[in-house]
């Protein structure tokens, strides 16, 4: 039912470091989808189009009298927290995507199994982020002339 892939001799063992790797996606759309980081700019994007959507407003009702209404049914405070919550949410992906790749950098090295729990931790709220930087003691906010990025 079940068959192993017929194995190597050792010989080519060696000879598999200099061959192409095999990729998943190959046609053109996979990988500008996969390869790209065009989610991850598109979430920036959105929340950085939010936050402008909030100054703007605010910035416009500046030392007026707040509305009834902005728009039909929707007060200036709902208008706020509607749009910070969208923002806050577009963030998600690109700071938990930029902790993964600093999770990839900080293994290429030899490091304790408990950091790989320090970095998925900061992945999930400000608390795990914040013993992130403390374990890490920044090096990789701040990173020495040695670190390759």
Not at 18 to 26: E, F, N
Not at 98 to 126: C, H, M, N, T
Request: glycine content about 4%; aromatic content about 16%; proline content about 5%.
């Amino acid at each position: 039912m079940f068959r192993s892939a017929p194995t190597a001799p050792l010989a080519q063992d060696n000879d598999t470091k200099h061959q192409p790797l095999v990729r998943a996606s190959t046609t053109f759309y996979d990988r500008i989808v996969t390869d790209w980081w065009w989610w991850e700019l598109l979430s920036w994007v959105v929340s950085f189009g939010c936050m402008a959507a909030i100054i703007g407003v605010l910035w416009y009702y500046d030392g007026k009298r707040q509305p009834e209404y902005l728009v039909t049914g929707i007060t200036l405070n709902a208008y706020v927290a509607v749009f910070a919550a969208v923002s806050k949410a577009a963030l998600i992906l690109p700071v938990s995507e930029a902790i993964g790749q600093l999770k990839w950098i900080w293994f290429q090295k030899e490091a304790a199994l408990w950091d790989f729990q320090v970095y998925d931790a900061a992945s999930r709220g400000p608390w795990g982020a914040a013993l992130l930087l403390i374990k890490t003691r920044c090096r990789l906010v701040y990173p020495n002339q040695d670190h390759v990025f």
